[in-house]
């Protein structure tokens, strides 16, 4: 997709700040304020785990728990394998961004089906079923890929915060974010809408859009 590598680079960063020590809000670990159990997201796959990753829980900052989520959602051990967890990204964002460039992350951890594998490739643009479980943990389940992320058909790009004020001077850098928006899909049709993500930087500095996420929000389909 347009800015593609970019898009995945700074997820890939973020993924590094999340599993250090930097102080996170990481979506698998904490359900957002007013998340609606069984609300669909669009973001793009940026990581595949390996079964010893989930099984032995090798990577506890994201796999933490993840196995007994699992089976107690009724999938398998055995449908556990290299690649059917994968780590979706969203939006990425950080109020000073020469400190940290990726404070703050939509990351979904979610499976994939026999059925979906394997078309789900690094870069893959995808649709996830997220659920509330009754531990209150989120669990992602992928419903459709749409493609890669650089199919042009797709629209797909990474949205930038257009950032014009005093911070751009500060020695801590100005306040930054970046999101998936995809233009070439029929996002009004489908039921998608434009969710404003809680604490991005926004306000009267910050030309053209505020960071925001593709949302379906929950139904009985």
């Known amino acids: 997709m347009a800015n593609s590598n970019w898009f995945t680079t700074l997820s890939a960063l973020c993924f590094c700040l999340l599993t250090s020590a930097c102080g996170t809000n990481s979506i698998r670990e904490d359900v957002p304020s007013g998340f609606q159990s069984g609300t669909h997201i669009l973001g793009e796959v940026v990581k595949h785990y390996t079964r010893d990753e989930v099984i032995q829980d090798k990577l506890p900052r994201f796999t933490s728990a993840l196995k007994n989520d699992l089976l107690a959602a009724g999938i398998a051990e055995s449908d556990i394998v290299d690649g059917s967890e994968v780590g979706v990204s969203t939006y990425c964002y950080a109020h000073n961004s020469s400190v940290s460039p990726c404070t703050h992350m939509g990351y979904y951890m979610a499976h994939a089906s026999p059925e979906l594998r394997d078309q789900v490739k690094q870069g893959s643009i995808v649709e996830v079923n997220v659920r509330i479980n009754k531990e209150n943990r989120l669990m992602g389940s992928i419903v459709r ?60 500095f910050v030309s053209g859009p505020c960071a925001f996420e593709l949302q379906k929000p929950p139904s009985d389909r």
């Open 145 to 204: 890929v749409y493609g890669h992320g650089n199919d042009p058909a797709l629209g797909c790009s990474a949205q930038k915060l257009n950032y014009k004020g005093l911070a751009t001077f500060s020695p801590l850098g100005p306040p930054n974010a970046v999101w998936l928006d995809c233009i070439g899909i029929p996002l009004l049709q489908e039921g998608w809408v434009k969710k404003s993500v809680p604490g991005a930087p926004c306000g009267p």
